[in-house]
């Protein structure tokens, strides 16, 4: 069965950073690609960032790019997300979620998603 676990989140001022980790377990992503997604108070949900477990091709969302950076840790199965420079815009609940073969910004085309942890930046 597969899992992915997020954990990482939590409150901080306009202009500090967070890294958020995904954990993933269940089954092989080798051919997956990875992403995060986020869902802010009263909007859709929206793509941020994606990776394939190669670490070969990275995308990112216009709004969070040079601020955000995706990574994994192929030994740990294991996503990143280190975002600095946060604003109170970003405040959400980022959810990771896993794509078997191409990447693709749409949430209805990932296979598999987790609990969501919640970022909230202050002001």
């Known amino acids: 069965q597969v899992q992915l676990v997020e954990s990482g989140g939590g409150l901080v001022q306009a202009g500090g950073s967070l890294r958020l980790s995904c954990a993933a377990s269940?089954?092989?992503?080798?051919?997956?690609?990875m992403g995060w997604f986020r869902q802010g108070p009263e909007k859709d949900r929206e793509f941020v960032a994606a990776?394939?477990?190669?670490?070969?091709?990275?995308y990112y969302a216009d709004s969070v790019k040079g601020r955000f950076t995706i990574s994994r840790d192929y030994a740990k199965n294991t996503v990143y997300l280190q975002m600095n420079s946060l604003k109170p815009q970003d405040t959400a609940v980022y959810y990771c979620?896993?794509?078997?073969?191409?990447?693709?910004?749409?949430?209805?085309?990932?296979?598999?998603w987790g609990q969501g942890t919640q970022v909230t930046v202050s002001s």
């Open positions: 269940g089954r092989t992503f080798s051919n997956y690609f």
């Open positions: 979620a896993a794509r078997h073969s191409t990447y693709s910004t749409a949430t209805q085309a990932y296979d598999y």
């Open positions: 990776i394939n477990w190669a670490g070969s091709s990275i």
